[in-house]
């Protein structure tokens, strides 16, 4: 299928539901690499200052998945994530304007590794991660292109 990579991300931005709520905005994506931005809102609050740690997971998990689909895309294949592990290691402000990078660090044809990290608007790091990608063949999720 031509460009389907492309076609999976465009897919993906309609479907992708919690991104949406969550005001997260895909900058970039290909070659197992992707960026996200988020602005830091009232609604993203656990404290009346800082962020709860579950958007910063939340968060993670999308800016990796999405360097992962960039690779299983390569073989017509989707991503659900295996597992992760993540490091807070500064919060995240109401205001703060997050940038997410994402990247592969290894992909085989079943199983895909890669890493985040997140900075905000001063470039100071927030978080970092390392995440397990199980790739899948798209007809099991039901998508049909």
Known sequence: MENFEKTLIDIYQ??????????????SF????CEYSLEVKSHHLATPKT????????YMDGIMGVAALTMSAKNL??????EFKINYIKPAFKGDVL????????AGKRIII???????Q???????ATGTFNAYPYQKSGMHF
């Open 14 to 27: 309609q479907t992708n539901q919690f991104g949406r709520f969550n005001d997260m905005e895909l900058l």
């Open 30 to 33: 290909g070659d197992g690499k």
């Open 51 to 58: 962020a709860h740690g579950g958007l910063i997971a939340g």
């Open 77 to 82: 294949s989707l991503v659900s994530t295996v």
């Open 99 to 106: 940038t997410g990078k994402g990247e592969v660090i290894s």
């Open 114 to 120: 890669a890493k985040g990290e997140i900075f905000n």
């Open 122 to 128: 001063n470039n100071e790091l927030v978080a970092i």
